[in-house]
């Protein structure tokens, strides 16, 4: 009996994809030189320069024992230029490691019964810890911000030992999982631009943002809130007063803080965005998407009103492995 046939467009069933809380942006670091990735419950670190075409990467996995945790997020967290962390986001809390990932310098438990506002019934059942970024306050001092998946945000001092002080949980803004945190001096690596602010960004699973004035280690007021919309933040940059984010659809969008005044949005991918980032002092963003492409553009986050290209400078295609990748790209909107 021949088998059926099928046309290419007969009997197809089409059903919006929904985003998953498993960790798929905020898995991928740069910390003093090496790269640092989650893979389950290990911490995994390898030196780009040990990355060539046809040779086995040297990948050094970093075990705790004892753990069981699943690792939601990583992220690379400068004090300054010279003074680098790795910052572990997992179902138990928070992990500082050393820049080398050789020490655990402290570690923070997320507490069990977290109270807060309820979550949607969207969000995962489990909490976890998810991204972390350094805010300097307006007293001076390094503070240490990371989300959870009730929507709750905590503070704390970050020492150039890796030590956190007290942690203070902010006022609830958000009912849905922490995607992002964003801030200037975050952004910059530790490297010194004008304008850092005492601006810290917040971003959820159902699309909300804040923008969070932080005074102390301890104290932070809401400043301004995007509602929600559906559509995921997954990457945010801070720039001066410039905020551009990566929505999970494949737009990036540039607003002016502390309004939230939109300046511009460009169609980046065709699929879903799942990291973002900028060049610690010049004007250059990176975005990578499941359309299996990276792009580099640049976009003058200095000023709001001026003009960005109908392209992204450079673009690479993760499946021809070619800068002139036949697939279609971007467009400004």
């Known amino acids: 009996m021949a088998a059926p046939r099928y046309s290419d467009t007969a009997g197809l069933i089409r059903a919006p994809l929904k985003p998953t809380p498993s960790a798929l942006y905020n898995n991928l670091a740069l910390c003093a030189g090496n790269l640092v990735y989650a893979h389950n419950q290990s911490a995994c670190l390898l030196s780009p320069s040990s990355l060539k075409q046809g040779v086995a990467a040297n990948v050094r996995r970093v075990d705790t024992p004892g753990s069981v945790e699943l690792i939601h997020s990583v992220a690379a967290i400068y004090l300054d230029e010279r003074v680098c962390f790795a910052v572990l986001g997992t179902e138990g ?196 998407a499941e359309d299996a492409t990276v792009s580099v553009w640049h976009i003058p986050l200095s000023t709001p009103n001026g003009k960005v290209c109908c392209g992204p400078s450079h673009t690479a295609c993760c499946q021809c492995g070619t800068s002139r990748c036949p697939h279609p790209m971007a467009r400004c909107v």
């Open 93 to 288: 809390g928070l992990q500082v490691w050393d820049k080398s990932m050789s020490f655990k310098l402290s570690s923070w438990a997320l507490p069990a019964g977290q109270e807060g506002h309820p979550v949607k019934e969207a969000a995962p059942l489990t909490q976890f810890v998810r991204s972390a970024a350094v805010v300097r306050a307006a007293d001076g001092a390094s503070c240490l911000a990371w989300g959870s998946s009730s929507g709750s945000i905590f503070l704390a001092s970050l020492s150039s030992d890796g030590r956190l002080g007290a942690a203070a949980m902010l006022p609830q803004q958000h009912s849905a999982p922490i995607t992002v945190l964003a801030s200037a001096w975050h952004s910059s690596r530790g490297a010194y631009t004008p304008g850092h602010g005492t601006q810290l960004v917040s971003c959820d699973l159902e699309g909300q943002v804040t923008v969070w004035s932080v005074a102390s280690c301890s104290s932070a007021q809401p400043a301004s809130t995007l509602a929600t919309c559906g559509q995921p933040v997954t990457g945010a940059v801070v720039r001066g007063s410039a905020l551009l984010l990566a929505r999970l659809g494949g737009c990036l969008q540039q607003y002016t803080m502390p309004g939230l005044i939109l300046d511009k949005e460009i169609v980046a991918h065709a699929r879903w965005i799942t990291a973002l980032d900028i060049h610690p002092t010049r004007e250059l963003v990176a975005s990578v």
